[in-house]
T-cell receptor, first 118, second 113 residues
Framework: GAVVSQHPSWVICKSGTSVKIECRSL??????MFWYRQFPKQSLMLMAT?????????EQGVEKDKFLINHASLTLSTLTVTSAHPEDSSFYIC??????????????FGNGTRLTVT | GNSVTQMEGPVTLSEEAFLTINCTYT??????LFWYVQYPGEGLQLLLK?????DKGSNKGFEATYRKETTSFHLEKGSVQVSDSAVYFC????????????FGKGTTLSVSS
């Protein structure tokens, strides 16, 4: 089945630094990837839709200058948390839909990245 | 807008008990419905899905039926195991290509032996 790989699985950084998270589709090409954020014991909140070759579409309330998304190829999207602060600590998850699947097909999820900002 | 409402957890059961986790949705058009499971320390895995009214999704002993008249997609299992302890998310997607999933808040299930 389709596999989405996310890296790193966890990262600890100091306040004020930037962190890049990679999301790769391993056996399919994804023109669209989705970035979610999950707070402890809460649901997944969609942050943005990453479109290959164009700008990402951000959900209301998500700072695009804070969370930079780049979808440079059909198999790679990156999320950079810029000037991270402790309130950015969270679990970030990427996902993609195999375009070979039907429009009703589920999303395939990466295993997530646990970001801790000290 | 589109939304998913799940019953509040946590749900605590003994092994072999019957499980129901309620899920209702609001959506325009005819969404597809999903249940995802997140085991401790892991990412989300698709558990089952249904793409049209009256469809029943099933996997690993879990079942859910797409009920359009009640806009529901309740998850059930006849006999839970300790290994079923996880967080369960109900989700929907609309038929348009390239749309993200909308998730409910998740329900934590804890099964004891």
């Amino acid at each position: 089945g389709a596999v989405v790989s996310q890296h790193p699985s966890w990262v600890i950084c100091k306040s004020g630094t930037s962190v890049k998270i990679e999301c790769r589709s391993l056996d399919f090409q994804a023109t669209t990837m989705f970035w979610y954020r999950q707070f402890p014991k809460q649901s997944l909140m969609l942050m943005a839709t990453s479109n290959e070759g164009s700008k990402a579409t951000y959900e209301q309330g998500v700072e695009k200058d804070k969370f930079l998304i780049n979808h440079a190829s059909l198999t790679l999207s990156t999320l950079t948390v810029t000037s991270a602060h402790p309130e950015d600590s969270s679990f970030y998850i990427c996902s993609a839909r195999d375009p070979g699947d039907s429009q009703n097909s589920p999303l395939h999820f990466g295993n997530g990245t646990r970001l801790t900002v000290t | 807008g589109n939304s998913v409402t799940q019953m509040e957890g946590p749900v605590t059961l003994s092994e072999e008990a019957f499980l129901t986790i309620n899920c209702t949705y609001t959506a325009t058009g005819y969404p597809s419905l999903f249940w995802y499971v997140q085991y401790p320390g892991e990412g989300l895995q698709l558990l089952l899905k249904a793409t049209k009214a009256d469809d029943k999704g099933s996997n690993k002993g879990f079942e859910a039926t797409y009920r359009k008249e009640t806009t529901s997609f309740h998850l059930e299992k006849g006999s839970v195991q300790v290994s079923d302890s996880a967080v369960y998310f109900c989700a929907l997607s609309t038929p348009q290509a390239g749309t993200a999933l909308i998730f409910g808040k998740g329900t934590t299930l804890s099964v004891s032996s």
